[in-house]
């Protein structure tokens, strides 16, 4: 039983990753300017992750929806290109060399121009990493493996939210706090997805902090 569920928005799904871990490679550095607004486009997503695999996998699925995708295989990466790529929201794995998803989310949290970013972890998570991503006020967390339709759920309605919301906007800032109170509503069924980053019951755990 995979799933998703986000802080204050009423989802809820939980799970645990199978399988050995793919390998890994860096995608090339992003070099453009992007514009803020693509006619036709859904939103815009900054995809990080080390595992090439799953970055490919989130960045397909989300194509394929209307979504515009530019990839980051680390926080270090995601951190050079957030202010070119202007994203509606960014999705994090947890586990990445050089900066991690964590310390991420709270280097953008700590800027006063990504602050109110919608930010979701795509990842299997402990407990412990799932409080301290509350903490620094990840807003979804996303367990692997995950059914497509599941992450695009996640990704649409973090991009609504940000729209209905501009303070959640690139580059504004109110000085407003992040929504840190989960709602986790009944799991969905699933059994397919990207690959696990690791193995064990971490990813349970996830789950049942989501059902807490």
Known sequence: MNGYWGVGQGLSWGGRPQGA???KTRTRRCVRTYSRVVPG?????????????????IRV????EGFEVVTAADGAECL?????????????DVVMPRLDGLRTAARLRSDSRTQRLP?????ACTQYEVEAGLDVGVDAFLAKPFEPNELVALVRQLVERGESDPSAQFGIHTGAGVNANANASAPASGT???????????GAECAGRAGS
């Open 61 to 64: 699925n989300l194509e394929l």
């Open 192 to 202: 397919s997805g990207g690959g696990g980053d690791r193995g064990g019951g971490e």
């Open 119 to 123: 930010l979701a972890i795509v990842s």
């Open 41 to 57: 486009v859904s939103g815009r997503v900054l995809v990080v992750d080390d595992n090439k695999v799953i970055r490919q996998l």
């Open 21 to 23: 871990e793919v390998g």
């Open 80 to 92: 050079d290109v957030v202010h070119q790529v202007r994203p509606d929201v960014i999705t994090l």
